[in-house]
C-alpha cells in the first residue's frame, strides 16, 4: 500500500506540473489510512508535494495516529482476540 500511496503521489505531482487531472487530497489521504501513510510520507519528503499545505499536513498526521493506535490495538488482548474470532 505504501508503494501504491508513493506512486499515487508522484502522478499526482507530473499531473499538476502539466496541467492535467488531479488526484483528490481525499483519496490521497485514503490511501494514507489505508496503511499507506509511509509511502505518503516519503513522497512528500522526497517529492516535496503536498508538503507545504499545513491543513492538508494535518489530516495526514491524523491518519498515521489513526494507524499506530489501530496498530497498538491489535497488539491488545482484545484486539487479539478479535483477530481470532475472524480468522
Known sequence: M???????????KA???????????KMLHLFS?????????????ILRHKSSKNKFKRVFW??????VVCLIWLHS???????NKII
Not at 489510512?33 to 519528503?45: E, H, S, T, V
Open 2 to 12: 505504501s508503494l501504491f500511496t508513493f506512486i499515487s503521489y508522484a502522478i499526482d
Open 15 to 25: 499531473a499538476a506540473k502539466n496541467g492535467r487531472w488531479r488526484t483528490s487530497e
Open 77 to 83: 488482548e482484545k484486539g487479539i482476540s478479535l483477530f
Open 33 to 45: 489510512l489505508m496503511g499507506g501513510w509511509p509511502g505518503a510520507f516519503f513522497a512528500q519528503k
Open 62 to 67: 491524523l491518519t498515521v495516529l489513526f494507524n
